[in-house]
């Protein structure tokens, strides 16, 4: 039986079937092997009674370990300039995971009721986003992010206490999903998202809701290698192949066209220093450092 992981907490898996839902234990032999299962996951299964074992998981088209989901459509990536504000360089490194598993990325500016982000927004739609401007309080921008999702799965992603779940309840009141105040005096959200679930919105749209993160959290996700980096910056590829250079990196080359195009305003400064920031971190990394990279 083939199904979809709709749901993972504590080594339990509920599967989607055509039959309902199957809460499932997966096989040893998938971990042993280094397969973990993620929420999006198309899986083969068995039946043992109403429990079920999980057996195979079928080829991915994309996954990422944070967010932990696979077979994105589209991640949208939520932020806010007010309580709490986003520090551009937690969108730009999710933006470039996304990027470099060719997942288109939506920029969610919410809270738009308390601070406009007139200029966070700038960035992203100059960078070549969409961006949608949101507010759970007063319903701007809700329906056209359900437009921008529609028939899609998706995962709401961004800081805690930036209020992915609070847009969720306004797109499918239904839910009811637990929404968390945020500190007043730390500027940060709770995590009241605990683990990441697949919500139905209709029959063709799905969006997983997963935990908020913090600046300290970056260090957990993906690094890209530094060669791949650029190509995960979309506002890059118009200067590309153009540097002196042909293994040009983009940092202190004479005659790079990225930097001459970042001094001329055509890049985003918050941009190349996300840029700059990641390309040090990949700097350190190996392909074989790298799972399932064979060398």
């Given at each position: 039986?083939?199904?979809?992981?709709?749901?993972?907490?504590?080594?339990?898996?509920?599967?989607?079937?055509?039959g309902?839902?199957?809460?499932?234990?997966?096989?040893?032999?998938?971990?042993?092997?280094?397969?973990?299962?993620?929420?999006?996951?198309?899986?083969?299964?068995?039946?043992?009674?109403?429990?079920?074992?999980?057996?195979?998981?079928?080829?991915?088209?994309?996954?990422?370990?944070?967010p932990?989901?696979?077979n994105?459509?589209?991640?949208?990536?939520?932020?806010?300039?007010?309580?709490?504000?986003?520090?551009?360089?937690?969108?730009?490194?999710?933006?470039?995971?996304?990027?470099?598993?060719?997942?288109?990325?939506?920029?969610c500016?919410?809270?738009?009721?308390?601070?406009?982000?007139?200029?966070?927004?700038?960035?992203?739609?100059?960078?070549?986003?969409?961006?949608?401007?949101?507010?759970?309080?007063?319903g701007?921008?809700?329906?056209?992010?359900?437009?921008?999702?529609?028939?899609?799965?998706?995962?709401?992603?961004?800081?805690?206490?930036?209020?992915?779940?609070?847009?969720?309840?306004?797109?499918?009141?239904?839910?009811?999903?637990?929404?968390g105040?945020?500190s007043?005096?730390?500027?940060?959200?709770?995590?009241?998202?605990?683990?990441?679930e697949?919500?139905?919105?209709?029959?063709?749209?799905?969006?997983?809701?997963?935990?908020?993160?913090?600046?300290?959290?970056?260090?957990?996700?993906e690094?890209?290698?530094?060669?791949?980096?650029?190509?995960a910056?979309?506002?890059?590829?118009p200067?590309?192949?153009?540097?002196?250079?042909r293994?040009?990196?983009?940092r202190?080359?004479?005659g790079?066209?990225?930097?001459?195009?970042?001094?001329?305003?055509?890049?985003?400064?918050?941009?190349?220093d996300?840029?700059?920031?990641?390309?040090?971190?990949?700097?350190?990394?190996?392909?074989?450092?790298?799972?399932?990279?064979?060398?």
């Amino acid at each position: 039986m083939t199904g979809r992981i709709i749901r993972v907490l504590s080594g339990f898996y509920n599967v989607q079937t055509d039959g309902g839902v199957v809460t499932c234990q997966a096989r040893g032999n998938l971990r042993k092997g280094g397969q973990i299962p993620l929420v999006g996951d198309l899986v083969n299964i068995s039946r043992q009674g109403k429990k079920g074992m999980l057996e195979e998981i079928l080829p991915r088209r994309n996954s990422f370990l944070r967010p932990a989901v696979a077979n994105l459509d589209a991640l949208v990536i939520f932020a806010a300039n007010v309580n709490p504000v986003t520090e551009p360089f937690l969108i730009d490194r999710v933006a470039a995971i996304a990027g470099s598993q060719s997942v288109p990325v939506i920029v969610c500016v919410n809270k738009t009721d308390l601070d406009p982000a007139q200029v966070l927004g700038e960035i992203y739609r100059q960078a070549g986003f969409p961006v949608i401007r949101t507010s759970a309080e007063t319903g701007q921008g809700i329906e056209a992010l359900r437009q921008a999702i529609s028939g899609k799965l998706t995962a709401f992603t961004g800081n805690s206490g930036v209020g992915k779940s609070s847009i969720l309840n306004r797109l499918a009141p239904q839910l009811r999903l637990q929404t968390g105040e945020v500190s007043q005096k730390l500027g940060r959200g709770r995590h009241t998202t605990r683990h990441v679930e697949l919500y139905p919105l209709d029959s063709t749209t799905y969006v997983a809701d997963t935990p908020g993160f913090s600046a300290f959290d970056t260090d957990k996700m993906e690094i890209i290698l530094k060669e791949n980096l650029q190509y995960a910056f979309p506002d890059f590829a118009p200067y590309l192949g153009k540097c002196r250079f042909r293994d040009c990196a983009h940092r202190k080359e004479p005659g790079c066209a990225v930097t001459a195009a970042v001094q001329q305003g055509l890049v985003q400064r918050s941009r190349y220093d996300s840029y700059l920031r990641l390309y040090e971190k990949a700097m350190a990394l190996h392909p074989w450092d790298i799972p399932g990279h064979s060398s």
